[in-house]
């Protein structure tokens, strides 16, 4: 709960971060544009700034879809009592990290570890029943 609390904070203040500069920039840009603008327009044709144009608007479209890419990437979903990643790798409900593997002697589980937090997880259905890593890899 207070890590999905954390994670969505923070998720918004890089929102509001990235929104406040890009308005910064604006701002500048309105003002120092107006000068430069005029400048420009006497020096450099227009087929020249079409071309820029559609190179700028190029760039964009691909550092969008890449920003796109990468946040679907790194999305990680709960199921079982831990988060997944795309590639069925489980990571830890706590901070995120990747957990490990580790076998107890007793009972021969496969419980899951989180070298970062040192707890480890055991995975469970909506009902508290146990469930094998394998088993939850197969469900996902
Ligand atoms: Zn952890």
Same mark, same amino acid.
């Given at each position: 709960?207070?890590?999905? &609390?954390?994670?969505? $904070? !923070? ?13 910064? $920039?604006? #701002?500048?840009? =309105? @003002? %120092?544009?107006?000068?430069? %603008?005029? #400048?420009? @327009? !006497?020096?450099?044709?227009? *087929?020249? $700034? ?8 190029? $760039? /964009?479209? #691909? ?11 790194? !999305?990680? =979903?709960?199921?079982?009592? %831990? ?10 409900? &706590?901070?995120?990290?990747? &957990?490990?593997?580790?076998? @107890?002697?007793? /009972?021969?589980? %496969? ?17 508290? !029943? ?8 197969? *469900?996902?």
């Amino acid at each position: 709960m207070w890590t999905t &609390l954390q994670s969505t $904070l !923070k998720k918004w203040a890089v929102t509001i971060f990235v929104g406040a500069v890009g308005f910064l $920039l604006a #701002a500048v840009l =309105r @003002e %120092v544009g107006t000068a430069i %603008v005029p #400048a420009i @327009e !006497k020096s450099v044709s227009a *087929r020249v $700034l079409l071309i820029l144009l559609c190179l700028s608007v190029l $760039l /964009n479209l #691909a550092g969008a879809s890449f920003a796109i890419y990468a946040i679907r990437k790194t !999305k990680l =979903r709960l199921r079982f009592g %831990v988060y997944w990643d795309k590639d069925c790798h489980p990571h830890c409900p &706590l901070c995120q990290s990747p &957990l490990s593997y580790f076998r @107890e002697s007793r /009972n021969a589980r %496969v419980e899951l570890q989180c070298k970062k937090c040192r707890k480890g997880f055991d995975l469970s259905e909506v009902d508290g !029943k146990w469930i094998s890593v394998e088993s939850a890899i197969e *469900r996902l």
